[in-house]
């Protein structure tokens, strides 16, 4: 007879327990970078709605931006470092293959033998890492879980590229995620569509760019590093014909319709598009929607927690109100979930 294996005790529910989020010292305005692409801040304003956004300095890194908003999240939640039993970090703009940050990360933390690892899924990376989270809670697996998303994606910047050099930027946010009397994580809607990788992309990849670096080595020409490129018209094409029906899964997996929100946090890719997807969902006025756009850019990975911090920060929500987030981008990638804010420090 084999033997009979054990299975961790599941809980019925997850929930956010606390919030941080970290933000680069230097604020980069528009007019510091319109010169470069031949543009100004009226036509950037009107095409994304971005203000102003954070480029990380030197010391600020993917790992020390995740730890200070980390150290926020802990303190909010009223975890310890020891408690956590998972660190799960979204980012695609790590810049070595290995260790994973999230391992870092928890090193840093003073965490001990503690899982760890990071999730590449565009600016839908919080969300899918959020979704892991919280099923590693339901399932019994962890008591509490870290997830992160950050970004430093000015390094990746061709900072003349007039399509993308004014959109990207750089931050961090994170949430401990733990078990619940009632349920604070919906069930995720996500999915994928690699056939449009095209539209958001590394323009080479580092093979392609170690062979370019050899033959200019050995002819005396030049090469370029690789850089982050986009097609806007065509992210936002699908942006607003397909992410209604992702928003609209998330709300019926979750059991709430749309006029039962409070808030709205989709991932801070554009103005437009957030203006085009509170239309279609046809939200209520009094449904508070996230648009750290403006003063923060587009931090990919980043850009859901540390907006949800924003509406906090700001008041426009309130710890335990219901949100729905929704993040997107490169893949293209999308998952979304309907949940209750977290409180901040």
Known sequence: MPAQIATATPVAHAALLGLGAYRPRRVVPNAEIVDRINSSDEWIRERSGIEARGWAETDETIVSMSVAAARDALTAAGVT????????????????????????????????????????????????ALANAANLIRAGEARHVLVVGVERLSDLLDQEDRTCAFI?????????????????????????????????KQDKDFQQY?????????????TVRP?????????????ITFLEKACREALDRAGVTADQIDA???????????DALVRTLHLPDSVAIARDIARTGNTSAASIPMAMEEL?????AQ?????????FGAGLAYAGQVVQLPPIV
């Open 81 to 128: 470092a020891e408690q956590i039993d998972a660190v799960i970090l979204a980012t695609s703009s790590q810049m070595v293959l290995g260790p994973s940050a999230g391992a870092v990360v928890a090193t840093e933390l003073g965490m001990h033998d503690t899982a760890a690892f990071d999730v590449s899924a565009g600016c839908a990376g919080f969300c899918y």
């Open 319 to 327: 710890a335990g109100d219901t949100a729905l987030l929704l993040g």
């Open 168 to 200: 990207f930027a750089d931050g961090a946010g994170a949430v401990v995620v733990g078990s619940s009397d009632v349920e604070g994580v919906g069930p995720v809607a996500w999915g994928s569509d690699g056939s449009q990788t095209a539209a958001i």
């Open 312 to 316: 906090l920060r700001s008041g426009a």
């Open 227 to 239: 850089y982050i490129r986009m097609n806007g018209a065509a992210v936002f094409r699908w942006a």
């Open 264 to 274: 709205f946090v989709p991932h801070q890719a554009n103005g437009r598009i957030t």
């Open 210 to 222: 170690f062979a370019e670096v050899a033959e200019a080595e050995a002819t005396g020409g030049t």
